[in-house]
C-alpha cells in the first residue's frame, strides 16, 4: 500500500488466504481481507477491489451467532443475578447438580462445580502467596497468568467445553473468569459475548471489607480496579455486554431487559418472558439503602480507580445495542495488583475503651474497629482495653474487626459519687461517665509511642495520619465550651504522666464545667492539661459531630462523634426506617455508622434496649450549654 499498489496488494492477500487447509482459519482470514478491501473501495482501483471483495465474501461462510456467554466481574457485583436471570431466558447453565446453589440465598452463586474447581486449581499457581494474608483465598491475589498449567491445556477443561457445547446456547458465570478467560477462550468459538457487571469501587470494597480484618478500603478498590481491567482486556475482541450493579438491584426488571436487548441483537435466541414473573422467579432482597460516600471514602479511590468507573459508567449510558459496534475493543489495559502494605508506622496505634456490657457499645466498637480497618492504609495496632465488667464471649467480634484485647482492672472513679459536689446525677449518666477514670490507663501503653484514642461512640471518617503528628497531647474541641472533650485524643504515652494524673485524681474536682462533668475522667485531664508548662499544653482539633452543619465531614476531618448534644447517639436512629428524619441532624453521618454496621454482620444491636429519649440530655449538665461535653 506505501507503493501505492493498492491492486497488488489485494491479489497478494487473495493468493495467501484461498489456500488455506484449515476452514474455520481461512473464513476469519477472508472476511478480515473483505473488510480491508472494502475499507480502501474508494481509491481509483474502485472495480477490481469489488471484485476481490465480491470473491472473499462468497467463499467465506456466513458468520453464525454467538452461543457461548461467559459472565464475569468482581465478586458481589451481581453475576449471580445475571446468571440466573439468563439461564430462566434460556442459556443452559447446567444441571441442577451441576451447579452451586445456595438453598438459603436463591440469588447467589448459580456458578458450575466444575468450571470453579478448574479456576481455583488455576488461581492456586499464583506467585507471591506471601503477601495475601490480608485477603481471602478466592481473590487469586497475585494471579498474572504467567504461570504453567493454563486453563486450555488441561484434558478437564477440554471436557468441560465440550459438555457445553452439546447444549448450545450456554452460560458460565464465575467472578474468577475476570482473571482467566483468555485461556478459556482459547477452547471456544471466534465470537463469544462477555457480560461483564460494573459496580462501584467503594460500594465494592464496602461489602468485600467483611472477608478481611486487616485490608483496608484502598485494597479492596485496587482488587476491583484489578478484576475490572483484566476482564476488559480478557475479552478484548469479543461481545462484552456490560450491566449496571446499581441498576441491577433497583430496577432488575429494566436493567435485565436492557441486557437482554444487547444479547438479542448478537443474535442469541433468549425466552421472552413477562418481567414481573422474572423478578419473581429470582426472588431478590430488596435493594439496601443507596449509600452517601463521605469525602473521606472517597479519597481512598485512586486516580485510575476513579477513570475507570467512569469510561464503564460512560459506556452503560450508551449500551452496544444502540451503536453500530457491539464489540468495539476497550482502550482500557490489563492493571496489576496493587501493592499492600503488610508493616505498620513502628510505636504507633489506635485505642479505644469498654467498661461494661451494654452490648450498644459492643456494637459502637465494632463499628469503630471497621472504620479504622478501612481507612487507616498505614495498618496500625488497635487496642482495646476492656474491663472485666466486659463478656467475655465478645472477644472473637471484635478481634474479627481487627481489635487487640488488652483486659485491664478499672480505675475507682475519684470524685464520682464520692465526692460531695459529684453526688446528683441521673442512673444513665453514671452508666455513661461514672467508669470512666480507667481511660487514664491510655498512659501505660508504653510500647507505643503515639496512641490515637477514640470514644467507642466516634468512628474515623477519612485518612487519619494527621492526627499522628502531634509532638505532644492533642484532643478534640469542645463544641460548647473552651475546654477539649476526652472522646478523641493524641497522646504520648507515659507513666510520668500516668503518675500525675493519678495524683491529680486524689485532690478535689476542679471548677471547669460547672455541672457533673467536672467529677469525671474529661475534667481531671483538662485540669492536667492546662498549658502551665509545655509538657501539659494541650493542643485541640476539629471532629465532625451529627450538629455541626450539615453533619456531612469533609476529607480533612478524619472523625466523627457522636457526642450528645440535640441529636442521638447512632443506635438510636436508624435512617431509612420508619423513623421520623431528625431536624438538625445531618442524616449523612447516621446512614454511615449503619452502613458500616452492617457490614459487620453482627447481631449485638438485636438484643440491645429499646431506645430511650435524649432529648432530657440537652439539660443534663446543669442546665446550661457550658457543660455540655
Partial sequence: LREGSVCQCARVLRAAICPSANPRERSMLLRSAAQLVLVIICTAHASELEAVAAEALSLAPPARAPSQVLILGAHHTGTSIVSHALSLLGLWAGDQADLL?????PAKFWERRDVVHVNKQRLQQRTNKSSTAALPEFVGYGFDGMQRGAINEMPEARAIVSRLNAHRPWLVKDPRLSLVASEWLR??????VCVLTVRHPLDFANTMMRYSTTASLSVWTDVWQKYMTSALAQCDGHHIALVDHERLVREPAAALESLAAQLR?????LHRMDSHELI?????????PQPTWLAGELARLSPESLRLYAELASRLADPPHERSHPHTR??????GWGGMRTAHPAGEAFATLLTSDDVRYLAAALVLGTSVRALDGAKREMVLLATPDVPLEWSAELTRVGWKMRWVQPIAEFWWNAHTRCADF??????RWGKMMTKLRLWQLTQYKKVLYLDADAVLTADPNALFEFDGFAAEAGVAHSGFNAGVMALLPSLETFAALLERGQGPPPHLFNSVVDCTEQALLNAHFDGSSPSRSAAMFAVAHPLTTDGVPNAATAVAHFITLACPKPWDHRPSTAMPPLADCGAALYEY?????????SSALATAPTQHSFVRRLFEYGGGSSGCP
Fill in 330 to 335: 476497550s482502550a482500557v489495559a490489563a492493571a
Fill in 426 to 431: 441521673e442512673p444513665d449518666q453514671a452508666v
Fill in 187 to 192: 477452547l471456544l468459538d471466534h465470537k463469544v
Fill in 101 to 105: 446453589i445456595d438453598p438459603s440465598n
Fill in 593 to 601: 455508622w449503619w452502613r458500616l454496621y452492617n457490614r459487620t454482620h
Fill in 280 to 288: 419473581a422467579a429470582l426472588k431478590l432482597d430488596p435493594a439496601p
Fill in 265 to 269: 441483537s448478537l443474535g442469541l435466541p
